[in-house]
């Protein structure tokens, strides 16, 4: 009986009507793909939107620390070199008749109001520098890097600086030229500095003017002072209120005599902090240069993006927070070393200057060496801070 009343309850299932008819699968399989399309779309501009969005950071980022490079070293051209008149040359690579790097005017020079695709000076560690790209390799000449060349000086060869590769992030420089600003409008000494990179996220321009502070009528660059401190006068007044670089810098001469005079610049910490609070944003960008606090001075090296959520409200807490790896310290009674007068039993300590191969480093570690290059734990290369002539 049992058997018989199973057969028929299966024979009642399968004569039923109620499931799923095929068309009502293939409709249900076309909604689900259309989902599945639309999401994908939905998911694809969001990533495209993300890559554009970080094409252009890193874009912003190669090309500022291409621009912070180009101009720290144009921005201290000098006008004499020990006694001895020098020039900026804006030139596309041609020579003159002389045909020699060791000339001072071996390059020819671009008409006025022509751009120029590199830039020959002394700079302000009066190091005769050629500033101009070259290709990264010969089959891709149109993918270039910046090239600092500096001319051969005394015991040491020539070089050619450069940045490492994975600095341009993928960017090659696309564009570099050199132009004196429009005379109707700036003064005689704004160079015009334009650059375009390029990568897979596309391209990147920025345009940057210069002062070349140094190319004033009397200026005049000598050897580095042997000797450190202030000119231990005291006026009354702050030594940063009068002064308009905006970055600051490290004077080796004033008013004649050989002295240390270390400026702030003009905006500080707490300025950008401020900014930071009346716009909202999610954080800022601490630029490079020298700042001031409790009567000290501190170079930032590099820029420094600082976030809303671990954001210092105050110059200190920002020095106590990242240290050394992104700020120096800069004694204002700096003992100036060179080779000739380095002594065993005396050597740089923290905050000293120390003069070699014509550039300038700061040491920021105890135990440096007479090789700043090979030994970067103990130096760091603040010659973009430094400017040589009477202030």
Known sequence: MKCNKDKKEYRKILNSRQGVTLIELIVTFALISLFVILTSQAISSAMNVYYHIQGINMGRQVSDTLMDK???????AQATVNKKETN????????TEKESKNEDSSYLSVAEGEKGTMVDFYNQGNSHVTIKTKAFKDESPDEKKLVIYYYPVRAYEEVDWEFDQKMYMGYSIKDLSFSWADRSEYPENIMKVELTISGKYGDYSTVRYVECYNLDSGSESEEPPSGGGDDGKDDGKDDDEDYEDGNGSIHLKKNGKDVLNIKAGKKK?????????????????????VFKTGGEYYIIPKPVEIYADDMPDSLEK??????????LYVKKNAEIYTTDNWDNRVTPGLGDIYF????????????????????????ADITDFVKIGNK
């Open 70 to 76: 180009i101009t720290g070293q144009i921005s201290g």
């Open 88 to 95: 900026v040359i804006i030139s596309n690579g041609e020579y």
């Open 269 to 289: 910490y707490k300025d950008y902090y401020q900014e930071f609070l009346d716009n909202g944003k999610k954080g800022f960008t601490l630029p490079a240069g």
């Open 318 to 327: 920002f020095i106590t927070r990242y240290g050394k790896d992104k700020c």
């Open 356 to 379: 070699y191969n014509n550039r300038y480093y700061l040491c920021y570690n105890q135990g440096p060496t007479k090789d700043p290059v090979t030994n970067v734990g103990a130096w």
